[in-house]
């Protein structure tokens, strides 16, 4: 009888055995198929270990989602896996996915496009439009903390044009202080570069030529100009001229369309290009390189006024005088009346 109950236990425990291993090599260890495919997987932040179970079970890399997401559990898996691009091989299993998984996976990157002629709060907004994570209030916040700007190298109290517009490629998790970070670097690289007029190097902090050159980027709308309006701008200042520039009274209220009204073109603020001399305290949004490089080497020119025609096609006529200047105005004054006379005729 004993003899018997051995065998028996003899047996159970080889078909345990048996089915253990069965079950291993079934769920585990490489399936036979997939002909050695790359299987790519993103794998995004916030993912769940059982969602990138099941999908690898979908798309044929291990067999069972179930049993891959209990051997990660097994193995503390779990809170070590990335967000990020895996490639896998079909049909490997689960052990050798498991591995892939806790392999530093290549970086999801995104592309954003900032513009040129933003201030902060719309450098923030077209930010956090692009990266749905980012706070835009946030992004505010972090230009104008003292503590972090000083950790850029930055000696300012706000990164007010200093937020370089270019095209930039980063890291899917990247937050609000990794952009800002990324746009002052390249506002550097972007400066170190710059070919100056020697005379304005002098005369010129970068903060000056960067408060110029922000006017300049909200004025120039052709680019072949910028050098020109640089040019009038610097031979303002060197006679103590006032700028006279609108869209440093637009930057106080944040009014960047629709007419100016007097109350607003005679507001004290030192911004006021209209009412004092000299440049204001600070950029009024954050210039290109163009802008940059036509502010600190500008055109030599006697010019000393310019007025955009308003013809559709972004050019200013310049003047030497007030009285040139004067008849410039009331001549593109009267264009413009007689252009929008004739749309109103052609609409009738």
């Not at 692009?130 to 903390?145: H, N, R, T, W």
């Not at 937050?175 to 970070?181: E, G, I, L, S, T």
């Not at 072949?224 to 520039?245: D, Q, T």
């Amino acid at each position: 009888m004993i003899k018997k109950l051995v065998t028996i236990s003899l047996l159970l425990l080889l078909a345990v055995i048996g089915i253990a291993v069965w079950s291993f090599n079934h769920y585990f260890m490489p399936m036979g198929r997939g002909g050695g495919d790359e299987v790519l997987v993103v794998i995004e932040r916030g993912t769940s270990a059982l969602v990138v179970a099941d999908t690898l079970e979908a798309l044929g890399v291990v067999r069972s989602g179930k049993m891959f997401y209990y051997w990660l559990r097994y193995n503390d898996y779990i809170e070590r896996m990335q967000a990020g691009r895996f490639t896998f091989i079909g049909g490997e299993g689960a052990i050798n996915a498991a591995e892939r998984l806790m392999q530093r996976p290549e970086v999801i990157e995104r592309t954003i496009f900032v513009k040129e002629g933003l201030t902060i709060e719309q450098t923030a907004a077209v930010v956090a439009a692009q990266i749905e994570e980012i706070d835009s209030a946030g992004f505010v916040d972090l230009c104008l903390d003292s503590t972090f700007i000083a950790s850029l190298g930055v000696d300012v109290k706000s990164l007010e044009g200093y937020l370089f517009p270019d095209t930039y490629r980063l890291p899917e998790n990247a937050n609000a202080a990794d952009v800002v970070r990324r746009m002052v670097a390249r506002f550097n690289q972007v400066m170190a570069g710059i070919d100056w007029n020697p005379a304005i190097r002098e005369r010129y902090t970068d903060h000056q030529i960067i408060t110029l050159a922000a006017i300049v980027e909200k004025e120039a709308t052709l680019a072949s100009e910028r050098g020109k309006i640089a040019g009038v701008f610097h031979n303002r200042l060197r006679e103590g001229w006032p700028l006279g520039a609108d869209p440093t009274v637009r930057y106080i209220f944040r009014k960047f369309d629709g007419p100016l009204y007097v109350s607003e073109l005679n507001n004290p603020s030192p911004y006021n290009t209209r009412r004092f001399a000299g440049l204001p305290p600070g950029p009024i949004a954050s210039p290109g390189r163009g802008a940059i490089q036509a502010s600190a080497k500008p055109d030599v020119t006697d010019a000393m006024f310019f007025v955009a025609l308003w013809d559709g096609t972004g050019r200013h006529y310049f003047s030497r005088t007030n009285a040139e200047h004067d008849r410039m105005k009331f001549r593109v004054r009267r264009e413009n009346e007689e252009r929008i006379r004739k749309q109103k005729q052609k609409g009738n």
